[in-house]
């Protein structure tokens, strides 16, 4: 056998040049001996780095060696799509019967990508072969239409699995009452849910739960998204609209020991929050029309990035955002931004980084607003004591936002370094970008070892 051939496949890996620097070959020919050499173990994660079950399996006519060192591999990977234009039965068969003839310990990893033939009762019979096997990870794609998954009692019950990921899928009603006992992660992508009671009965079964990922479409037939978790420690929703987003939408976040949070919904209107006193970090663009304990809830956090299009949610006077050292914050809502720079600026003591950015695409002349009338009464003690990088991302020198450049390069004594990106036009240059240019040279810095530069 050509051992270059066998390599081609993990081409992308760049696993052929490290393998090739084991056997220490010089020459461009390797043969079956010299492989077959390797460790035992060694040949099975080379194995298992191979796209799909089908490359793995397809080693076993090498040698008699090889013959059955493909059933210790321990990730099976299975794509209905490497069968187009066959009969769907081969592929049927052929993840049966790799299931069957597994003899790995423990399989860590099964990933099937399959199309709008497979069925669930399909999806069914692999499930149960792979709870027999002792699966840590479950991965399920649709990459076509929504395909149906039955959670069963028995894959519910898995004392194993750990990681659960379904994308595009249809799930129908729960076995009651169910309890993933064992699952940490959790990833929706993009399912159709039997309704709002289905989410909750499926999130609160899972009591170990620490990472959940819900990526939405408006047609999930879920009003009301609750997720109540005690031991949560990482959550990503993000919502992607099919057609239009009613107001009726809504989030419970109830996540006590939450560390990162992570919404990108800028269609749903209500949320409530429960205190999240251990969060780091948080990433929020969203359109609240009301809120419950939205800004209490970050007070804990230490990195914030914030883009508030639209929204209504009220800023409480009084909090404090104690481990604030990094805040990032969209500009792209003219009326409200400023407003609510002031009031973090005020309530951040600590705050190291500041980052500035209009996430909107729209360019706004500076002629047709007005200036900044909101300026703080007294410099913040974050700007006199902490600010060290201030950094403007799509800057557009409108009156306003030339009154902000001004107040926080005037009054940040401790900067190290400021950088300003002027935004570009529809056409593709920078308006007045000579003039930008002049009007920052000319502004006073309150750090003599600052240097202001322009992207």
């Given at each position: 056998?050509?051992?270059?051939?066998?390599?081609?496949v993990?081409q992308?890996?760049n696993?052929?040049?490290e393998?090739?620097?084991?056997l220490n070959?010089?020459?461009?020919?390797?043969?079956?001996?010299?492989?077959?050499?390797l460790?035992?173990?060694?040949?099975?994660?080379?194995?298992?780095l191979?796209p799909t079950?089908?490359?793995?399996?397809?080693t076993s006519?090498?040698?008699?060696?090889?013959?059955s060192?493909w059933?210790?591999v321990?990730?099976?990977?299975?794509?209905d799509?490497?069968?187009?234009?066959?009969?769907?039965?081969?592929?049927?068969?052929?993840?049966?019967?790799?299931?069957?003839?597994h003899k790995?310990?423990?399989?860590?990893?099964?990933r099937?990508?399959?199309?709008?033939?497979c069925?669930a009762?399909?999806?069914g019979?692999?499930?149960?072969?792979?709870?027999d096997?002792?699966?840590c990870?479950?991965?399920i794609?649709?990459?076509?239409?929504?395909?149906h998954?039955?959670?069963?009692?028995?894959?519910?019950d898995?004392?194993?699995?750990?990681?659960?990921?379904?994308?595009?899928?249809?799930?129908?009603a729960?076995?009651?009452?169910?309890?993933?006992s064992s699952?940490?992660t959790l990833?929706?992508?993009?399912?159709?849910?039997?309704?709002?009671?289905?989410v909750?009965?499926l999130?609160s079964?899972?009591?170990?739960?620490q990472?959940?990922?819900?990526?939405?479409h408006?047609?999930?037939?879920?009003?009301?998204?609750?997720?109540?978790?005690?031991?949560?420690?990482?959550?990503?929703?993000?919502?992607?609209?099919?057609?239009?987003?009613?107001?009726?939408?809504?989030?419970v976040?109830?996540?006590?020991n939450?560390?990162y949070?992570?919404?990108?919904?800028r269609?749903?209107?209500l949320?409530?929050?429960?205190?999240?006193?251990y969060?780091?970090e948080?990433?929020?663009?969203v359109?609240?029309?009301?809120t419950?304990?939205?800004?209490?809830s970050?007070?804990?956090?230490?990195?914030?990035?914030?883009?508030?299009?639209?929204?209504?949610a009220?800023?409480?006077?009084?909090?404090i955002?104690s481990?604030?050292?990094?805040?990032?914050?969209?500009?792209?809502?003219?009326s409200?931004?400023?407003n609510?720079?002031?009031k973090?600026?005020?309530?951040?003591?600590k705050?190291r980084v500041?980052?500035?950015?209009d996430?909107?695409?729209?360019f706004?002349?500076?002629y047709?607003t007005?200036?900044?009338?909101?300026?703080?009464?007294?410099?913040?003690q974050?700007?006199?004591?902490n600010?060290e990088?201030f950094?403007?991302?799509n800057?557009?020198?409108?009156?306003?936002?030339?009154?902000?450049?001004?107040y926080?390069?005037?009054n940040?004594?401790?900067l190290?370094?400021?950088?300003?990106?002027?935004?570009f036009?529809?056409?593709?240059?920078?308006?007045?970008?000579?003039?930008i240019?002049e009007?920052?040279?000319?502004?006073?810095m309150?750090?003599?070892?600052?240097e202001?530069k322009?992207?």
């Open positions: 056998m050509n051992l270059i051939r066998f390599f081609l993990l992308g890996k696993q052929a040049k393998s090739a620097k084991i070959c010089q020459s461009g020919k390797f043969n079956v001996d010299k492989i077959s050499d460790p035992e173990d060694l040949l099975v994660h080379i194995l298992s191979l079950t089908n490359d793995i399996v397809a006519g090498v040698s008699k060696r090889w013959k060192l059933k210790k321990h990730k099976l990977r299975f794509n799509r490497i069968y187009h234009g066959k009969k769907y039965e081969s592929f049927l068969h052929f993840v049966e019967k790799a299931l069957v003839l790995a310990p423990t399989l860590v990893s099964l099937l990508s399959v199309g709008p033939k069925t009762d399909d999806i019979l692999w499930i149960k072969l792979a709870l096997r002792n699966i990870e479950l991965i794609k649709h990459y076509a239409d929504h395909g998954i039955r959670l069963s009692r028995r894959l519910c898995s004392k194993t699995l750990v990681s659960l990921e379904l994308k595009n899928a249809i799930l129908g729960i076995c009651l009452p169910a309890c993933f699952l940490k990833h929706l992508r993009y399912a159709k849910y039997s309704g709002d009671e289905f909750r009965n999130i079964s899972c009591p170990s739960l990472n959940l990922v819900v990526k939405r408006n047609e999930d037939n879920v009003k009301r998204f609750v997720i109540i978790v005690r031991y949560l420690k990482s959550l990503t929703v993000y919502l992607s609209p099919l057609h239009d987003v009613a107001d009726s939408y809504a989030y976040i109830n996540t006590p939450l560390k949070l992570n919404i990108k919904d269609y749903t209107a949320c409530s929050f429960e205190d999240m006193p969060l780091d948080a990433n929020l663009d359109a609240f029309t009301h419950e304990k939205f800004f209490e970050l007070t804990s956090v230490k990195k914030l990035s914030l883009c508030l299009k639209k929204s209504e009220q800023y409480p006077e009084g909090i955002f481990q604030l050292v990094h805040l990032e914050l969209c500009t792209c809502d003219d409200k931004w400023l609510l720079l002031a973090l600026l005020r309530d951040s003591p705050l500041l980052k500035l950015n996430k909107n695409h729209d706004v002349s500076k047709c007005s200036s900044w009338n909101q300026q703080p009464s007294y410099v913040p974050c700007l006199t004591e600010l990088i950094e403007w991302r800057y557009k020198a409108t009156f306003k936002e030339r009154d902000v450049a001004v926080i390069l005037k940040s004594t401790c190290k370094k400021s950088v300003i990106s002027p935004k036009k529809l056409s593709g240059e920078i308006c007045d970008h000579h003039i240019r009007d920052l040279a000319s502004m006073f309150g750090s003599s070892s600052c202001l322009l992207d």
